[in-house]
């Protein structure tokens, strides 16, 4: 089974472009942290992911969506691979079959509601 599940922030604006046949294709990039114990001191380590979304899924990754925001990213993971200067280099990124909108709108949208910072809102809470 090739399942991935991802809650992470975003760390850049969402990028999206169209395909010669009108798809939309929208790339995330998803900061996952968590902290480890080092001797006496504690260290934060991050994650960076690549995470790619088509369809309807990207329209709405792009228009809702904006830098710092958090996600909920449901896939599966891809590699390719491709030459370059004559040597094969790998690439692997998550392919996203659902991505939920979590934690605070924050400046990311304008709020929808009155229901507090971080709090579910219906509207996040349906896949796309």
């Not at 904006?66 to 280099?89: A, F, M, N, P, W």
């Amino acid at each position: 089974m090739n399942k991935v599940i991802l809650v992470g922030n975003l760390g850049r604006d969402p990028e999206v472009k169209t395909t010669r046949s009108g798809t939309q294709v929208c790339r995330l990039s998803i900061a996952t942290s968590e902290r480890q114990k080092d001797g006496d001191q504690w260290v934060d380590h991050t994650e960076w992911h690549r995470v790619v979304c088509f369809g309807r899924t990207a329209e709405n990754c792009a228009r809702f969506l904006s830098k710092g925001r958090q996600v909920l990213v449901e896939g599966r993971i891809q590699t390719s691979s491709y030459e370059k200067d004559g040597e094969t280099r790998y690439s692997t990124e998550i392919v996203a079959e659902r991505v939920e909108f979590v934690g605070g709108r924050g400046d990311a949208a304008p709020s929808r509601s009155n229901a507090p910072r971080g709090a579910s809102r219906p509207s996040d809470d349906v896949p796309f």
